[in-house]
């Protein structure tokens, strides 16, 4: 069984609920902080891509 970390899908979910979570938030400063957790989990997804191009 493949490991969900190492699946580029699973962060670009993580990254797609986590900007739908910051849309509800009221205070700017909140929604911001999701929003660039969002971006870490995108450029996890990327880490994940080219991990597997290197298997």
Do not use: G, H
Request: hydrophobic share 35%; charged share 40%; aromatic share 12%.
């Amino acid at each position: 069984m493949r490991n969900a970390l190492q699946d580029p899908r699973y962060w670009r979910e993580r990254a797609e609920e986590t900007r739908t979570k910051a849309e509800a938030f009221a205070y700017r400063n909140s929604r911001e902080r999701l929003l660039k957790i969002a971006e870490e989990y995108d450029r996890l997804a990327v880490y994940a891509e080219q991990w597997q191009l290197q298997q």
